[in-house]
Nanobody, 124 residues
Framework: VQLQASGGGLVQAGAGLRLSCAVS????????VGWFRQAPGKEREIVAA???????YYADSVKGRFTISRVNAGNTVYLQISSLKPEDTGVYYC???????????????????WGQGTLVTVSS
């Protein structure tokens, strides 16, 4: 299984971005997927997760601004980001795990597969 994250870039505060995570593998419809970010000098943190049944989870810091979604036919998970803030700056990673139950997975250590990350830089 391979994950390819894309869509990052340099944007001004208040702007929006859409990140994409393309997932290879035949069982994508049974994968839980999460988006994490790592700011400079900080630990990696969960921002959003989606189960295979499209149940979602958001960190408090991004609620109302981030939207996670998935298109099973395209093996892709999206993270739509609006109203970007400088504190959203970091490398955004997607991760996946095949699971039996439709739960959202919020712990990084629970994921089996990771993408390479895409950098989001928000200027003030």
């Amino acid at each position: 299984v391979q994950l390819q994250a894309s869509g990052g870039g340099l944007v001004q505060a208040g702007a929006g971005l859409r990140l994409s995570c393309a997932v290879s593998g035949r069982a994508f419809q049974r994968y839980g997927v999460g988006w994490f970010r790592q700011a400079p000098g900080k630990e990696r943190e969960i921002v959003a997760a989606i189960s295979w049944s499209e149940r979602t989870y958001y960190a408090d810091s991004v609620k109302g601004r981030f939207t996670i979604s998935r298109v099973n036919a395209g093996n892709t998970v999206y993270l739509q980001i609006s109203s970007l803030k400088p504190e959203d700056t970091g490398v955004y990673y997607c991760a996946a795990k095949e699971v039996r139950h439709p739960t959202t997975i919020v712990t990084s250590s629970a994921y089996d597969y990771w993408g390479q990350g895409t950098l989001v830089t928000v200027s003030s």
